[in-house]
């Protein structure tokens, strides 16, 4: 097979394979890097695996670990490693067990002819598609010097080429002169990191082919590793009609000029408890009616308590999610990182034909999520709205502000230049009543309504007025009546 070719074949791990745009380049070798624990075996395992389930032969050297330790660790992770042939090379293993022991000697002193008889002969009887090795830089404790290791890793590499072979192995980051030459003997490098903000994958050499660049998030799972490639969305598109989707109340529609466009980001903004989540799953009630499916992501309240909440004033959550038109998910905190959750996003949107997205809220977001800067989380939060407009979802993002009343503050992240559209909503202090104001402040696709409405959340649903003609000062804090106005003018 030539490489020119670029015939490519699967990783074992789909994210990965995405990453890859396909997958490993046929008859190359390839570098895990990382240090202990961070996935490294169980990765080579997988691409093991994804060898057999296509009718390859594939091969396990294994040099630290022994065979059965090996299995009993795949066996926990439900990894099936029956048809995998192994070349155990491990320091107990049978090619060494008439030989003294590796630390007894010099690795000048140790005899080398079994070690390559038993490669070689393995090599050529099984004749492997595949070959894992984990890890290769313990080849460097039976050389003399780096010069004799890197002379047997090129040697031993291009053994295998011209047996046809696609090599994947493993380095420890704890022989790191060993480490960085390997980098330079390979046609890739896959680079796998622990952090306390969870695990990442980075690709940072492929020769051959273009790849998915940045670091990706991964997670070891009970069937081995899953891998969430970064979003980027120039890679997605989706066909959609511009068009009006409305919130089933009038009033709503008529400060909106029909409602929200598809395909747009909108910020539903306004201090705790003015009924911002109320608004947005308004919308998505609506959706339901015409046949459309939402989701709703929740970082700010309880699944059960929102269901209540909504059965209370006409929304029947219920029933929506019974149907398959509503599908609400419960963010628990620190369970994923922002490129996790893009990536569950993605799924839901391209697996389940889903119109509307809702983060509830933005705050929640930026405290649930694993990183450490807000700022990257909120560059990755626009990343996503991104995607979801190219694919023509509708997006409500709740954002609260801290203050309940007092001058106006358009949204609390800083992420206004987001918004296709703004609609706030505020608590009034009108005479000594509690009063509440839906207005809309930007809305880039259409005109839209200038004035402020009063509304309610009553047992019925949403009950939006007439405009507000007769309060003044609103936005600054301190609204008026034009009565009150006037008789103090008079004074």
Do not use: W
């Amino acid at each position: 097979m030539s490489d020119s070719n670029l015939t490519k074949i699967s990783t074992g791990t789909p994210g990965l394979d995405e990453i890859l745009r396909g997958g490993f380049i046929a008859e190359r070798s390839y570098l895990l890097r990382g240090d202990p624990g961070t996935g490294k075996t169980i990765l080579g395992m997988k691409y093991l695996t994804a060898g057999v389930e296509s009718d390859e032969t594939v091969l396990f050297v294994n040099l630290e670990e022994s065979e059965d330790d090996i299995r009993d660790n795949a066996s926990t992770l439900d990894i099936d490693l029956s048809n995998v042939h192994f070349l155990d090379l491990s320091p107990d293993s049978d090619v060494f067990v008439d030989e003294q022991s590796y630390d007894i000697f010099t690795p000048s002193e140790v005899e080398q002819e079994p070690l390559t008889q038993a490669i070689t002969e393995r090599v050529e009887s099984i004749d492997p598609d595949r070959v894992f090795i984990d890890p290769l830089t313990r080849l460097r404790h039976l050389t003399s010097d780096e010069y004799q290791f890197r002379k047997q890793v090129i040697a031993f590499m291009h053994y295998l080429k011209e047996q046809g072979a696609t090599v994947l192995f493993t380095s420890q980051h704890s022989d790191e002169s060993s480490d960085d030459d390997l980098q330079y003997m390979t046609d890739g490098t896959i680079e796998l990191e622990h952090s306390a903000y969870g695990r990442t994958i980075s690709v940072p050499k492929f020769r051959g082919s273009s790849v998915n660049e940045g670091n990706h998030a991964m997670r070891i799972t009970d069937g081995g590793i899953a891998v969430f490639p970064e979003l980027n969305p120039a890679n997605h598109s989706g066909e959609f009609e511009l068009e009006s989707i409305s919130s089933g109340v009038p009033e709503v529609n008529q400060l909106l000029h029909g409602g929200f466009e598809r395909g747009t980001i909108t910020i539903l903004s306004g201090p705790t408890g003015v009924g911002k989540t109320t608004v947005g799953t308004q919308f998505m009630k609506e959706a339901a009616g015409r046949g459309e499916r939402s989701v709703m992501y929740m970082f700010e309240e309880t699944l059960e308590t929102f269901r209540e909440r909504s059965e209370n004033i006409n929304i029947p959550v219920r029933r929506m999610e019974e149907q398959g038109s509503l599908s609400v998910e419960e963010m628990k905190p620190l369970d994923c990182s922002a490129t996790e959750f893009a990536h569950r996003v993605r799924t839901d949107v391209e697996e389940n034909d889903t119109s509307i997205v809702m983060i509830d809220g933005i705050d929640g977001y930026k405290l649930s999520l694993r990183d450490d800067d807000d700022r990257v989380l909120v560059r990755k939060l626009h990343t996503l709205c991104r995607y979801l407009k190219n694919m023509g979802i509708t997006v409500i993002l709740v954002d609260e502000i801290d203050t309940v009343t007092g001058e106006f503050q358009a949204t609390e992240a800083g992420i206004s230049y987001l918004a296709d559209n703004i609609v706030f909503l505020r608590h009034l202090e009108v005479s000594g009543e509690m009063r509440k104001a839906i207005g809309v402040l930007k809305k880039r696709t259409s005109d839209f309504e200038r004035m402020l409405r009063e509304f309610q959340i009553t047992e019925h649903g949403l009950k939006v007025g007439e405009p507000l003609t007769e309060l003044s000062g609103v936005l600054s804090g301190s609204p008026e009546l034009a009565r009150e106005r006037s008789e103090s003018a008079n004074e």
